[in-house]
């Protein structure tokens, strides 16, 4: 089941459904864990890593520890992205798929596909979907919905350019 069948489109709906949602912080610190992925994804990726914007939402490119082409940063606190991650389960539970989970909505922006999930410490967490490779963007303390909303934007070119749409290995 595709959990995007009846997805929101476009940016005035994903800030929408942030500022519904609430949108809240990621740690501080600059470190992330780095993903494992198999060897197709870790081509991807390492692709993604080269084409990613040196500044994004005004904050220069400060990637976390420990330094890896999986990881990368922007600005202090960080939003923190990370490719090549395992398939979040509300990617496919049916709740989140007919609307019926309040923490978690799939949208799309600027052509790229997003489970956007509230975690359980009150972070925001986005990971790409309909894509060969899981693409996670987690947002700081004190990004609003604005902020989430030009933080997608600013990466979905990067996206759309090196990660191409399809399914993402089970890993």
């Known amino acids: 089941m595709n959990i995007f069948r009846h997805r929101l489109l476009g940016l005035p709906a994903l ?7 609430g949108c809240s912080s990621a740690d ?3 470190t992330a864990a780095v993903p494992s992925p198999d060897a197709k994804t870790a081509g991807l990726c390492q692709n993604l890593d080269k084409a990613l914007p ?3 939402d005004g904050r220069s490119r ?18 923190i992205l ?15 798929a007919n609307g019926n989970d309040p923490d978690a909505i799939g949208g799309g922006v600027n052509g ?14 986005f990971t790409t979907a309909n894509r060969e490779a899981y693409v996670q963007v987690t947002l700081p303390k004190g990004d ?12 979905a070119p990067a996206v759309k350019k090196t990660i191409p749409e399809g399914i993402a290995s089970m890993t």
């Open 144 to 155: 609003g919905d604005q902020e989430s909303s030009t933080v997608l934007v600013g990466l």
């Open 15 to 21: 800030a929408l459904l942030i500022s519904v949602a």
């Open 62 to 79: 400060n990637d976390p520890e420990p330094r890896s082409a999986f990881t990368a940063g922007w600005g202090s606190p960080a939003i």
């Open 112 to 125: 790229v596909d997003w489970l956007m999930e509230k975690q359980s410490d009150g972070t925001m967490r």
């Open 54 to 56: 040196g500044t994004l």
């Open 28 to 30: 501080d610190d600059a």
């Open 82 to 96: 990370r490719c090549g991650v395992t398939r979040p389960p509300k990617m496919t539970d049916p709740a989140v």
